[in-house]
């Protein structure tokens, strides 16, 4: 997974987890500020709009609709366990689990405050490629303390440009390969570089990020819970017409 690689970006990542949640506890509000997001201009697959025939995701929640395209050649594992479990039902009633405003929002935990998977529980590794990076809108699926995968998911919810992608972490993209198309990318949207290559990212939201980041400014406590439950109503898998 080139983890290796990633070892230039530990400061800055602690720096960016430690200043990402601006909204503190109990912070949001009831006012919710309207976050200005430039379109991309690139060939990365996930900034291609979605064609007739993609699958998609359908994220009704009580804060509003999302939806995100979908990508299993690159995310096989998480795609059939995410897939399985939106057809099982698993997700509709749950509530948003964490909120780090400028980060990212996040659900899929049961009521039992665990994941799980199609595969009676047992996890899968996280998945990662070149083609997918946690840019701001990424639907990704997060690693639990087991080190591997199984129902919780977030959306990379971090501002543009240059308010999360800092010029310290272009360079040490850069130093550390990074294609330019990839950096160009992350300079215009924001996003979390360093999460690349630990997590998997298996989709892009493509309408609906506002309702993101409303959720992303909703009150929370002090782990990082909203305070006026956010429901995810349904989750439905379509077909990009």
């Given at each position: 997974?080139?983890?290796?690689?990633?070892?230039?970006?530990?400061?800055?990542?602690?720096?960016?987890?430690?200043?990402?949640?601006f909204?503190?506890?109990?912070?949001g509000?009831?006012?919710?500020?309207k976050?200005?997001?430039?379109?991309?201009?690139?060939?990365?697959?996930?900034?291609?709009?979605?064609?007739?025939?993609?699958?998609?995701?359908?994220?009704?929640?009580?804060?509003?609709?999302?939806?995100?395209?979908?990508?299993?050649?690159?995310?096989?594992?998480?795609?059939?366990?995410?897939?399985?479990?939106?057809?099982?039902?698993?997700?509709?009633?749950?509530?948003?689990?964490?909120?780090?405003?400028?980060?990212?929002?996040?659900?899929?935990?049961?009521?039992?405050?665990?994941?799980?998977?199609?595969?009676?529980?047992?996890?899968y590794?996280a998945?990662?490629?070149d083609?997918?990076?946690?840019?701001?809108?990424?639907?990704c699926?997060?690693?639990?303390?087991?080190?591997?995968?199984?129902?919780?998911?977030y959306?990379?919810?971090?501002?543009?440009?240059?308010?999360?992608?800092?010029?310290?972490?272009?360079?040490?993209?850069?130093?550390?390969?990074?294609?330019?198309?990839?950096v160009?990318?992350?300079?215009?949207?924001?996003?979390?570089?360093?999460?690349?290559?630990?997590?998997?990212?298996?989709?892009?939201?493509?309408?609906?990020?506002?309702?993101?980041?409303?959720?992303?400014?909703?009150?929370?406590?002090?782990?990082?819970?909203?305070?006026?439950?956010?429901?995810?109503?349904?989750?439905?898998?379509?077909?990009?017409?």
């Amino acid at each position: 997974m080139r983890k290796k690689r990633w070892v230039a970006l530990a400061l800055a990542a602690v720096l960016a987890l430690a200043g990402c949640s601006f909204g503190g506890s109990g912070g949001g509000g009831t006012t919710v500020q309207k976050i200005d997001r430039p379109a991309v201009e690139s060939a990365e697959e996930q900034f291609t709009h979605p064609a007739a025939g993609d699958t998609v995701a359908v994220f009704d929640t009580s804060a509003g609709v999302f939806k995100a395209v979908l990508f299993p050649d690159k995310a096989p594992q998480a795609y059939d366990n995410f897939t399985g479990l939106v057809q099982q039902g698993y997700y509709n009633g749950l509530t948003v689990s964490r909120v780090e405003n400028g980060f990212v929002v996040e659900a899929g935990q049961g009521t039992d405050g665990k994941g799980t998977t199609i595969w009676s529980g047992s996890r899968y590794p996280a998945e990662t490629t070149d083609s997918l990076h946690h840019y701001s809108g990424a639907l990704c699926m997060g690693v639990d303390a087991s080190g591997e995968c199984a129902s919780v998911f977030y959306v990379v919810q971090t501002l543009p440009g240059d308010q999360s992608v800092t010029q310290e972490l272009v360079d040490k993209m850069n130093a550390s390969g990074y294609r330019a198309e990839v950096v160009a990318a992350y300079q215009t949207v924001g996003g979390a570089p360093y999460l690349d290559y630990t997590d998997t990212v298996f989709g892009q939201v493509y309408e609906g990020m506002d309702v993101v980041d409303t959720i992303g400014q909703t009150g929370v406590d002090e782990n990082q819970k909203p305070t006026e439950d956010i429901t995810i109503n349904s989750v439905s898998i379509e077909t990009y017409q």
